[in-house]
């Protein structure tokens, strides 16, 4: 097959002396060897609403239209097309989290974040598929991020303060210590979420809790984190908790784990912001203000192994199961 070439400004000004002698599309297109079909959308599209047809002007014209064509874009590539609307409607990846983990999938091939965004929330074209609601808050338009509210408080009185929290832990320099919180549905409800997130690894335990008290929460820590020592004694030594009335039950759970428990301050549940960004991604499943009553644990224990296999930025968007065999591997090899 013939390659394609567009029509250069020499033919144009031949197809202009043409039309002035007066000769027909099918004589020009024997003249120029050309398809008579390419001179009359040549015609068409330089002559609409009565112009009069000029070949510097057509000339001009074509030229800006094949620079907008011609223009990169990283949705173009079947590849990446493909991977970003796969991941985002079938995974809920975050645009950051596709952007982040093609390159180790796809070596080679790369797209900004924000590329992503302004295809969702700009182009027009995609518009009519709501890709919006694929996102983690389900917004509509892209909106500044506000100050979240605060619950009520209580004492924790012989547990460590978050400010005494050495730096080691602070800093997620090593693994074994933890974050926990309760996450709630309805106020109707009887039943309640447990989430317990490593700080480093970022790996994520979700518990059915069967009541509000304290000790249904004690009893959950407990069971999840006492797995997670049998299998390796160094990947539990610290819990942070908030100062709810569920946690007070922290003395027991420090004598049977054997673990030290820091306490963040009042109104300051952001102190343990690993586990107050994981509710936020568990929102995403289980939206703020519907019940959580139905919601079983083997729906929970499913949830937890796809958290725990999405690719995360700061993990390198290794997934928190991938980076802990990492870590377990270099530790294999120092030793």
């Given at each position: 097959?013939?390659?394609y070439?567009?029509?250069?400004?020499?033919?144009?000004?031949?197809?202009?002396?043409?039309?002035?002698?007066?000769?027909?599309?099918?004589?020009?297109?024997?003249?120029?060897?050309?398809?008579?079909?390419?001179?009359?959308?040549?015609?068409?599209?330089?002559?609409?609403?009565?112009?009069?047809y000029?070949?510097?002007?057509?000339?001009?014209?074509?030229v800006?239209?094949?620079?907008?064509?011609?223009?990169?874009?990283?949705?173009?590539?079947?590849?990446?097309?493909?991977?970003?609307?796969?991941?985002?409607?079938?995974?809920?990846?975050?645009?950051?989290?596709?952007?982040?983990?093609?390159?180790?999938?796809?070596?080679?091939?790369?797209i900004?974040?924000?590329?992503?965004?302004?295809?969702?929330?700009?182009?027009?074209?995609?518009?009519?598929?709501?890709?919006?609601?694929?996102?983690e808050?389900?917004?509509?338009?892209?909106?500044?991020?506000?100050?979240?509210?605060?619950?009520?408080?209580?004492?924790?009185?012989?547990?460590?303060?978050?400010?005494?929290?050495?730096?080691?832990?602070?800093?997620?320099?090593?693994?074994?210590?933890?974050?926990?919180?309760?996450?709630?549905?309805?106020?109707?409800?009887?039943?309640?979420?447990?989430?317990?997130?490593?700080?480093?690894?970022?790996?994520?335990?979700?518990?059915?809790?069967?009541?509000?008290?304290?000790?249904?929460?004690?009893?959950?820590?407990?069971t999840?984190?006492?797995?997670?020592?049998?299998i390796?004694?160094?990947?539990?030594?610290?819990?942070?908790?908030?100062?709810?009335?569920?946690?007070?039950?922290?003395?027991?759970?420090?004598e049977?784990?054997?673990?030290?428990?820091?306490?963040?301050?009042?109104?300051?549940?952001?102190?343990?912001?690993?586990?107050?960004?994981?509710?936020?991604?568990?929102?995403?499943?289980?939206?703020?203000?519907?019940?959580?009553?139905?919601?079983?644990?083997?729906?929970?224990?499913?949830?937890?192994?796809?958290?725990?296999s999405?690719?995360?930025?700061?993990?390198?968007?290794?997934?928190?199961?991938?980076?802990?065999?990492?870590?377990?591997?270099?530790?294999?090899?120092?030793?």
């Amino acid at each position: 097959m013939k390659k394609y070439k567009h029509l250069s400004l020499k033919e144009r000004e031949r197809i202009f002396g043409f039309l002035q002698k007066g000769l027909s599309l099918q004589d020009i297109s024997k003249l120029l060897h050309r398809n008579v079909g390419t001179i009359s959308r040549e015609l068409n599209r330089h002559s609409k609403y009565g112009k009069k047809y000029l070949p510097c002007h057509a000339q001009k014209e074509a030229v800006r239209v094949g620079m907008r064509q011609r223009r990169r874009s990283a949705l173009k590539n079947p590849t990446v097309f493909l991977y970003v609307r796969t991941k985002l409607r079938n995974e809920l990846w975050s645009p950051e989290t596709i952007a982040g983990r093609l390159p180790i999938e796809h070596p080679g091939e790369s797209i900004c974040f924000e590329t992503i965004y302004r295809y969702i929330y700009l182009n027009p074209r995609t518009k009519r598929d709501r890709l919006w609601q694929y996102l983690e808050l389900h917004r509509r338009k892209r909106m500044i991020k506000n100050g979240r509210k605060v619950k009520e408080y209580t004492k924790l009185t012989e547990a460590i303060p978050i400010q005494n929290r050495p730096e080691i832990i602070n800093n997620r320099s090593e693994i074994g210590h933890w974050e926990t919180d309760n996450m709630e549905g309805k106020r109707s409800d009887k039943t309640a979420i447990s989430v317990t997130i490593e700080r480093l690894l970022r790996l994520t335990k979700l518990t059915k809790l069967e009541g509000h008290t304290a000790k249904v929460k004690t009893d959950a820590v407990i069971t999840r984190l006492q797995q997670e020592k049998e299998i390796n004694p160094n990947l539990v030594k610290s819990i942070t908790f908030d100062r709810g009335p569920e946690n007070s039950g922290y003395k027991t759970i420090a004598e049977k784990l054997k673990v030290e428990i820091y306490a963040c301050n009042p109104y300051h549940s952001w102190e343990k912001g690993g586990v107050e960004n994981m509710n936020k991604r568990i929102r995403r499943f289980i939206p703020k203000g519907s019940s959580v009553e139905g919601i079983s644990q083997q729906y929970l224990t499913l949830l937890e192994i796809k958290l725990n296999s999405t690719p995360r930025k700061v993990l390198g968007y290794l997934t928190p199961i991938e980076f802990q065999r990492k870590i377990a591997l270099t530790s294999q090899l120092t030793s």
